[in-house]
């Protein structure tokens, strides 16, 4: 092994250990990463941000443009009506819902396929009173594996096309993906619909409270002259009124020292965390009391929950700064929060993906805040200007993919749809532009001369021969298997594109030394970097459905095992059988 290819792999080695950690932003260490890559002079300076002007980040932006469009359509929400008029079964819903969200992955990236499906279930969910947990888990997974069905389904597809025209000079065409991933697709939207139903069969209050469905959350409350809390220590707390508190405010400041001493007065204020529905009650009996709104007796005051998206432009945010709410009149009245550090004050706290906000103010201020920080509403809000339920740009995006399917290049195609959409006014370029989610076009194009190192350094035949000391890889199956559980081993910790860059050189060297079609391993690469069930962070859209559904870590385990199991058998045979 050479300087070059070890100072290669520590890189990588390091930067899937930083991006596993989840502390550090994607685009920071992607950035520090292609830097060090040039300062290691594993690549020359024109090559440092070739990746900006690759057709594979192209491609990726022009579809999150197409979806901002398709997500204000509201075509999709009368089918929450049909389905209910249908009669169908509980299983046929969970199902059916599923198998439109990985439909429409197929042709869009996996998290707007979730956005727009997310209404839909947890509309389904009060109209029939399905526990949320047996929907939202089965979309979030759907939108993962229609994105294996097409090329633009998922980044990791576009990734292994781009390096197998590199290699043959003919990459994938639009639907070959589909032999492996449809019937994936299919076999793991059927299996995790029986799953749900079995693991999460218990029903939860959302089926009972739809507008305030039962979660735990942070709110900060004062304690009136009267309340059945004064006199009580903080330690006392869990047991008499089932909530835990973080803080006791008086006269502004913190009261410290043991919990078995710390007494609660009148005109304290309390920082505690608890069910929505404890609050609820404590509220209703004066025991704890919310600051009274400005804009309480309106009569569009509204309450509405909104879930911080992986694009929201208050990640990484404090309460107290965010002033697209405040210059609304809108308040932040309660917080579900992903992390179990709770420190300072509620307008100290800071959000972060897939976190939960209870916004209270005026119903067209919450709708109009809420399109500006891209944060997703879990209840109905005002319309957005623009939305509109018309077919248009569906039509516009469709003659797009035909065109993708007969040959046009993909970055080429799904231009002409962009510029379709921008002349009739559907599409607002600049405005879109900077609604995108640049940390992961940033993190993409930055990661795309890093691995291309890893061909040119002779790392990947080097990995490859290290592997062939261990494993036949020189038999076809034994080596697509092994591509297979290494893509599928680490996309639970490390976002699919980053694994498909990693792994492509070493799939390609693998079918070079077996004298094996490329587009086989290849094909391992994208499905494998694709099905990612076992854990909620591998993936934004688990990470999300964790906060929205109220899954713990295991039940991720639990549901996931047996899809990537199957999924990895069900691969690997369909590989043997189209590819070979």
């Known amino acids: 092994m050479t300087l070059e290819q070890a100072a290669l792999l520590i890189l990588l080695v390091a930067m899937l250990f930083l991006f596993s950690l989840d502390r550090l932003r994607m685009e920071v260490i992607s950035i520090g990463g292609l830097l060090a890559g040039y300062v290691l002079g594993l690549y020359p300076a024109d090559s440092i941000f070739a990746g900006f002007a690759s057709p594979v980040v192209v491609t990726v932006v022009e579809i999150l443009l197409i979806v901002q469009v398709l997500a204000r359509t509201k075509l999709f929400d009368s089918l929450a009506e049909r389905f209910v008029a249908s009669g169908l079964s509980h299983f046929r819903v969970i199902t059916g819902i599923s198998a439109l ?57 576009l990734l292994v096309s781009d390096a197998l025209e590199k290699t043959t000079g003919k990459g994938f065409r ?61 330690a006392q707390c869990p047991e008499r009124f089932g909530i835990q508190p973080h803080a006791l405010i008086r006269d502004r400041a913190f009261v410290f020292g043991p919990l078995q001493q710390s007494v609660i007065q009148p005109g304290d204020i309390l920082l505690a965390q608890g069910a929505d529905l404890v609050f609820a009650d404590l509220a209703a009996s004066q025991a704890l009391v919310p600051d009274a709104h400005p804009h309480g007796l309106q009569p569009d005051f509204v309450s509405i929950e909104a879930v911080v998206m992986p694009e929201s432009t208050v990640v990484g945010s404090r309460i107290a700064s ?78 797009g993919v035909v065109a993708s399917a007969f040959g046009l290049r993909p970055d080429i195609a799904l231009a002409f749809v962009v510029l379709a959409l921008a002349l009739p006014g559907y599409l607002n370029i600049r405005h879109a532009m900077a609604d995108l989610n640049w940390p ?36 076809p199956l034994w080596g697509i298997a092994l591509v297979l559980f290494l893509a599928m081993t680490l996309t639970p910790f490390v976002n699919n594109a980053t694994v ?46 964790m906060s929205i559904g109220n899954y713990r870590f295991g039940d991720f385990l639990r549901a996931g095992w047996p899809l990537t199991l199957a999924g990895y058998i069900v691969t690997l045979i369909l590989i043997a059988v189209f590819w070979l």
Request: glycine share 6%.
């Open 101 to 157: 969200t990985g439909f429409i992955s197929i042709f869009m990236n996996n998290i707007g396929a979730f956005a727009i499906s997310l209404p839909l279930a947890l509309r389904l969910s009060t109209l029939m009173s399905i526990p949320r947990r047996q929907l939202v888990m089965p979309i979030s997974f759907a939108a993962l594996l229609g994105g294996l069905v097409s090329l633009i389904g998922t980044p990791a597809n």
């Open 500 to 545: 498909a860059i990693v792994l492509a050189p070493i799939a390609l060297e693998f079918a070079r030394a077996g004298q094996q079609p490329p587009q086989a391993y290849l094909i391992a690469v994208a499905a494998g970097a694709s099905q990612d069930f076992l854990t909620p962070f591998g993936h934004h859209n688990n990470t999300l459905s």
């Open 174 to 234: 639009f639907f070959d993906f589909a032999y492996v991933g449809l019937p994936v697709a299919i076999t793991g939207i059927l299996l995790i619909a029986l799953i749900v139903q079995r693991l999460f069969s218990e029903p939860d209050e959302a089926t009972e409270l739809p507008a305030s469905p039962a979660r735990r959350i942070v709110v900060e409350r004062s304690i009136p002259e009267h309340s059945p809390l004064v006199g009580v220590t903080l």
């Open 322 to 399: 965010l002033e697209v709410f405040r210059a609304r009149g809108v308040t932040v009245s309660a917080l579900s929060m992903r992390s179990p550090r709770i420190e300072g004050r509620f307008a100290d706290l800071q959000l972060s993906i897939g976190d939960i906000l209870v916004l209270e103010g005026p119903k067209a201020a919450i709708a109009e805040a809420l399109e500006e920080c891209e944060c997703l509403p879990l209840a109905s809000a005002a319309p957005s200007p623009g939305s509109s339920a018309s077919w248009q740009p569906f039509a516009i995006f469709a003659c």
């Open 440 to 475: 992961i076009i940033i993190m993409l194009a930055a990661m795309i001369p890093i691995g291309q190192a890893v061909a040119t350094t002779g790392t990947a035949e080097t990995i490859a021969a290290w592997l062939s000391l261990a494993f036949p890889i020189s038999h």
